[in-house]
């Protein structure tokens, strides 16, 4: 550790708290490169992420925040107040529109009915997030996963951004790919299930059979891996209806690994095998398309990794 008088530059401007006027548009942190004369890759992502950053008086750490003619960033002495730890949910991208995160399996989307009022929630932490900045700042429900569900997911930061968002989801989405690890051996290595969804008095999903007979689903697979128990597919939905997947994988007779309301017998990865691995979109206020993949689970694949006749 250095003590005593800091003469590397980078550091003696963060301590000077120097502006700098954006004027086209350009992600943050190739900015700071571009502007902090001397400090190198590793010493500016220090400053970033120390909080001493921030853009038109609001403090960021996002290194892909999109800058836009007009904005000044300013790099300071003084660091805001610590982020809160995140529980269950990593941050994959954030501007000042959107936060795109990464949620793990086990944590709701947003509170229900059911849960408890002090039940910490992905919703409930990113607000508490975006309000370090500002106590005014908040977050708007775009879309949700199930509480079981891990993946991709996005909220908005504004209610216009939010309408703006589900109004033109069809057309804004681009790709919506899931891996699902399924019960028994799926012999047709790619099919399209299509089906008419409705709500039970007991709020379970179910596939009418009568046409037009509720919500129309359609959801796309093919075969990843498969032995004689399990099969891992790569799902993509046309359409986002609630309990989608898990509905239509019942239907064919593969129902999701550890989905037991939708007759599932095995929970032999400890959780529900469903992840939301890709969400592509066309950004609400730049229009650029903007894609965020992440990695299948580890335990979606062990199933496959462990010798035959071992319980996993």
Same mark, same amino acid.
Do not use: C
């Given at each position: 550790? %250095?003590?005593?008088?800091?003469?590397?530059?980078?550091? =003696?401007?963060?301590?000077?708290?120097?502006?700098?006027?954006?004027?086209? $548009?350009?992600?943050?942190?190739? @900015?700071?490169?571009?502007? !902090?004369?001397?400090?190198?890759?590793?010493?500016?992502?220090?400053?970033?992420?120390?909080?001493?950053?921030?853009?038109?008086? +609001?403090?960021?750490?996002?290194?892909?925040? %999109?800058?836009?003619?007009? %904005?000044?960033?300013?790099?300071?002495?003084?660091?805001?107040?610590?982020?809160? $730890?995140?529980?269950?949910?990593?941050?994959?991208?954030?501007?000042?529109?959107?936060?795109?995160?990464?949620?793990?399996?086990?944590?709701?989307?947003?509170?229900?009915?059911?849960?408890?009022?002090?039940?910490?929630?992905?919703?409930?932490?990113?607000?508490?997030?975006?309000?370090?900045?500002?106590?005014?700042?908040?977050? @708007?429900?775009?879309?949700?996963?199930?509480?079981?569900?891990?993946?991709?997911?996005?909220?908005?930061?504004?209610?216009?951004?939010?309408?703006?968002?589900?109004?033109?989801?069809?057309?804004?989405?681009?790709?919506? !790919?899931?891996?699902?690890?399924?019960?028994?051996?799926?012999?047709?290595?790619?099919? =399209? !299930?299509?089906?008419?969804?409705?709500?039970?008095?007991?709020?379970?999903?179910?596939?009418?059979?009568?046409?037009?007979?509720?919500?129309?689903?359609?959801?796309?697979?093919?075969?990843?891996?498969?032995?004689?128990?399990?099969?891992?597919?790569?799902?993509?939905?046309?359409?986002?209806?609630?309990? %989608?997947?898990?509905?239509?994988?019942?239907?064919?007779?593969?129902?999701?690994?550890?989905?037991? +309301?939708?007759?599932? +017998?095995?929970?032999?990865?400890?959780?529900?095998?469903?992840?939301?691995?890709?969400?592509?979109?066309?950004?609400?206020?730049?229009?650029?398309?903007?894609? @965020?993949?992440?990695?299948?689970?580890?335990?979606?694949?062990?199933?496959?990794?462990?010798?035959?006749?071992?319980?996993?």
């Amino acid at each position: 550790m %250095q003590r005593g008088k800091k003469r590397r530059a980078p550091q =003696t401007q963060a301590d000077k708290s120097k502006s700098y006027p954006v004027t086209e $548009p350009m992600e943050l942190l190739p @900015f700071l490169l571009q502007n !902090i004369s001397g400090a190198g890759r590793n010493v500016v992502k220090s400053i970033l992420a120390h909080g001493q950053v921030s853009v038109s008086g +609001k403090s960021t750490t996002a290194y892909n925040y %999109q800058l836009q003619p007009g %904005q000044t960033v300013t790099v300071g002495k003084d660091r805001p107040q610590e982020k809160l $730890p995140l529980e269950g949910l990593a941050i994959l991208f954030e501007d000042e529109h959107i936060i795109v995160i990464k949620k793990e399996s086990g944590l709701l989307s947003i509170s229900s009915d059911s849960a408890p009022e002090n039940e910490v929630t992905a919703y409930r932490q990113l607000t508490a997030h975006v309000r370090l900045e500002n106590s005014k700042n908040r977050i @708007f429900v775009v879309h949700r996963l199930d509480r079981d569900t891990s993946g991709v997911m996005m909220f908005a930061k504004s209610e216009a951004v939010q309408q703006q968002l589900q109004n033109s989801w069809q057309d804004t989405v681009q790709e919506r !790919i899931y891996v699902a690890l399924v019960e028994g051996a799926v012999k047709k290595e790619k099919g =399209t !299930i299509s089906s008419w969804l409705k709500e039970s008095k007991t709020l379970k999903m179910y596939s009418s059979s009568y046409p037009n007979d509720g919500l129309h689903a359609v959801t796309h697979y093919k075969v990843l891996r498969s032995n004689k128990s399990f099969s891992l597919l790569e799902v993509q939905l046309e359409t986002g209806r609630k309990n %989608q997947i898990r509905v239509h994988m019942e239907d064919i007779g593969h129902p999701v690994v550890g989905d037991k +309301k939708y007759g599932a +017998k095995s929970r032999t990865i400890g959780r529900l095998g469903l992840h939301a691995r890709v969400l592509a979109f066309t950004h609400p206020v730049t229009g650029k398309l903007v894609r @965020f993949e992440t990695d299948i689970p580890k335990l979606f694949l062990r199933p496959f990794h462990a010798a035959e006749g071992v319980e996993n």
